[in-house]
Structures are given as C-alpha cells and as structure tokens.
C-alpha cells in the first residue's frame, strides 16, 4: 500500500491512488479472515497516541489494532489534562519527545487544521497517522468506511450514496474523494443550508466529472432513500459551528439540529433497495441525533459492523506501514 518506502505517513485520504485502495482492501480481508496469522507481526514496534482532541472509538480502535499485531500502544496521551501541553510545549517538542521514549508510529488527533502535515514535517523517525485533524480529515475513518462499503456491496463502483446532516463540519464526507475515484458512483447531499457540503468539495466533484445532487427539504428523504445504495449520516458538529451564541444563533441552532433526521418511520415510507445499508461514524448525538434509535430496528443499520471494521481497517494500515512482507 505505501509504494514510497521513504513516506508512510497517513495523512489525506487523497494520498491514496486507487491500487492503494485495493492494495489496503486485500490485506485488511485476510488479516480480518486470518488474525491469528500476524497476531506477532508488529512484535518490538511501539506506538504513541497524542490525543489532543477527544476521541474513544479512533483511539481505542488503534490501540487494539496494534495490540492484535503484537506490538504495544502504551505510550501517550487521550486527552491534554495533565500532560506537558497544558504547561505550553509545543507539538513539534511533544513529538520529539515521544519518539525519543521509542515511537515507532505516532497517531495523532488534533483540532487544527493541517497539523498532522505539520507533524510529518518535524518528525525525525516515527510515521505519522491521522486521527482527526481539525474540521480537515480523518482518512483512517474513510478507510474503515470503503472497506465496509466493499464488504456490504460487493464492489466500489455504480454506488448512490446519500449524505446527510452536517456535511459542511462532518470530516466523514471526505468520503468522496476516495469513491470518486471509481466509475459509475454518484452522489446526494441532503443538509441545512448551513451546514451543507463546503464549495471546495463539490467543486472537486464537478472538475473530476463526478455526479452528484444537493437538497435541504427533508421531505425528499424517502424518495432520495429509494434511489440510493447508501445513506451515511454525518452528526451536528455543534463545537465546530461558528455562530454565536446570540438569540438568533440559539435559533439557527435548534432549526439545524433538528432538520435532517432519519427515522425508521421514514424508511418505512420508502422502498429501499436490497443492498441498501444506513452508516454513520459514531457516536451519534443521543439528544439530537441525526438518525434516531428505532433504526436500529430495521435489518439497514449497518454501523456496528462499521465501527468493528475500524479494528481490522487499522491493523490492515499499520501492518502495510511496517512495510511487512506477506
């Protein structure tokens, strides 16, 4: 999967070219088929995670991969309390210093934009993933959802995918730009207006050819459903809204929130397709949630065996990383 053996840093999503893709679909399938097998491949290695935004699922996930392939995932932070950060080091020193206790890989979560490109730059050993930076990516979590994708459907292209909520701070729509990559896909944005899919996005969709449709009625949901593969909710990414906390903006709040919801009432109105599957990245939001729980009672919900495929995704990532041979 890392063709340049001097660069095995992970930090965009569109870094990946698409025998990358299959490349990291074939290894994560057998290590998901056959554990046991490299259950001693990472043996030695060392991981750090620098968790400077919150997370459970992106650093558990990765801990447990590492753990699976024999290597240790003691070192590091979940979350800045407590650590040197708050006593104001840097995060090129914080690096240094992990790589110096014997990181070999350092994943790390971030809420500025383009720090984990910073971080490949002052990095001296340690490969860099990125767990989340700022309102940018989260590639790992676009991998884990192809994988998913590909396992469910059996294949990459002549996909509908529907993405709904909040598509403007939601990094899980990034998603398109790997699935563009293959022929055929096409894709439905469904959204407040204000939180709708950034310009940049859709404008990377037109240059590349690439199909796609934008609606903010709610009442389109059972007829967009029918038309689509895949419906992936994106929850309210209230900490990263920018608006104030003014009358007005408490009322654009609770108009957003609670605009685009999916319902199992809604998918009983619709007609969906066989294939058809409900995603979402997780957690959802329990107090305004953009997909409520009785969905979870139709066989679409396909989310947990989403958020499982984050285990595998990331062993599938570390073990390519190493550069182990098969």
């Not at 206790?101 to 350092?106: C, E, H, L």
């Not at 563009?180 to 204000?194: R, T």
Request: charged share 30%; glycine share 8%.
């Amino acid at each position: 999967m890392f063709r340049d053996k001097d660069n095995r840093h992970v930090v965009s999503i569109r870094d990946f070219l698409k025998e990358d893709l299959f490349d990291f679909l074939g290894t994560t399938g057998v290590i998901k088929t056959k554990q046991g097998t490299y259950k001693e491949t990472l043996t030695g290695k060392k991981m750090a995670r620098l968790f400077y935004s919150d997370s459970t699922r992106t650093y558990e996930t990765f801990g447990e991969a590492m753990r699976r392939l024999g290597g240790e995932a003691s070192l590091g932070f979940r979350n800045i309390q407590g650590t040197s950060v708050k006593k104001g080091e840097s995060l090129k020193s914080t690096i240094h210093m992990y790589e110096r206790y014997g990181a070999d890989v350092i994943v790390m979560r971030h809420p500025k934009d383009g720090s984990a490109k910073y971080a490949t730059d002052v990095a001296k050993k340690a490969w860099i993933i990125n767990g989340g930076d700022g309102n940018n990516e989260h590639p790992t979590q676009n991998l884990m959802d192809i994988y998913t994708i590909q396992e469910k459907q059996c294949r990459l292209d002549d996909l509908t995918i529907l993405f709904f909520g909040d598509l403007r701070y939601g990094r899980t729509t990034r998603l398109v730009y790997p699935m563009s990559l293959f022929e055929g896909n096409k894709f439905i944005f469904l959204s407040h207006p204000v939180v709708s899919m950034p310009n940049y996005i859709k404008d990377f969709l037109k240059e590349n050819g690439t199909q796609f449709e934008e609606f903010s009625d709610p009442k389109m949901f059972p007829e967009l459903i029918n038309n689509c593969n895949i419906a992936y909710g994106s929850r309210n990414q209230e900490e990263r809204w920018a608006i104030e906390g003014t009358t007005e903006g408490d009322e654009i709040r609770r108009e957003v929130r609670n605009c685009v919801v999916l319902t199992k009432g809604i998918i009983n109105r619709a007609e969906p397709k066989d294939n058809f599957i409900v995603m979402h990245p997780l957690p959802k939001d329990g107090k305004y949630p953009c997909i409520t729980d009785d969905v979870e009672e139709t066989p679409y919900c396909w989310y947990e065996q989403q958020a499982e495929n984050g285990v595998y995704a990331r062993m599938g990532i570390l073990y390519s990383q190493f550069g182990v041979e098969w």
